[in-house]
């Protein structure tokens, strides 16, 4: 079975400024890793995913995402946000190599961009 | 090219009752997957269909069933509703190009939201 962590349930972050949004994940077999992200009202929309390969994963909408397999960690990050950023983000896991495709995801992060 | 679709989009139910909820999958899609999103939570995988047979199933009880039919759409049953099923229910679908790939995307749905009362 796998867990996954997001350690921060709310980032607040002015316009134009970094952000970092964290995931920690728990698996005893290889996994894949998302990050969706769901606006109000509406379902979740994949905003980039890691396979194989190189550990620095690059998706929509400027964000970008890196692999530490020792650290287990996934986190999503992006270089300067903007107003329409504001939702919540969801890490995801499922298993690599046993075609059981369903997704479990962590309890959410919550980012709000201030003007 | 219509993404996933589901309805209807807001329901209202109350305790003991029985629910169905509808999927139609993004256009070339063949295998669905049913979430439950609790309101302030991530989303918990209830079970997946392919092939119109159930190939994956989560921690739920059985009172939650479905079915997918030959057009790949499929259908959540939800038997003696209680008020913890309250949730928002989606639905994602993906291509399954063959028996071991795991690594298709899942396309979402924006949800049906159930309110037991």
């Known amino acids: 079975a796998q867990s996954v962590t997001q350690l921060d349930s709310q980032v607040p972050v002015f316009e134009e400024a970094p952000v970092e949004l964290r995931c920690n994940y728990s698996s005893s077999v290889s996994v894949y890793l998302f990050w969706y992200v769901q606006y109000p009202n509406q379902g979740l929309q994949l905003l980039l995913k890691?396979?194989?390969?190189?550990?620095l994963v690059k998706g929509i909408n400027g964000f970008e995402a890196e692999f530490n397999k020792s650290q287990t960690s996934f986190h999503l990050r992006k270089p300067s946000v903007h107003i329409s950023d504001t939702a919540e983000y969801f890490c995801a896991v499922s298993e690599a190599d046993t075609g059981r495709r369903a997704l479990t995801f962590g309890s959410g992060t919550r980012l709000q961009v201030q003007p | 090219d219509a993404g996933v679709t589901q309805s209807p989009t807001h329901l209202i139910k109350t305790r003991g009752q029985q629910v169905t909820l509808r999927c139609s999958p993004k256009?070339?899609?063949?295998?669905v997957s049913w979430y439950q999103q609790a309101l302030g939570q991530g989303p918990q995988f209830i079970f997946q269909?392919?092939?119109?047979?159930?190939?994956q199933r989560g921690n739920f009880p059985d009172r939650f069933s479905g079915h997918q039919f030959p057009n790949y759409s499929s259908e959540l049953n939800v038997n003696a509703l209680l008020l913890g099923d309250s949730a928002l229910y989606l639905c994602a679908s993906s291509l399954t190009a063959s028996p071991g790939d795991s690594n298709q995307p899942q396309h979402f749905g924006d949800g049906t939201r159930l309110s037991i009362l």
């Open positions: 890691y396979l194989s390969g190189s550990t």
């Open positions: 256009s070339g899609h063949d295998t």
């Open positions: 269909y392919y092939e119109e047979e159930e190939r």
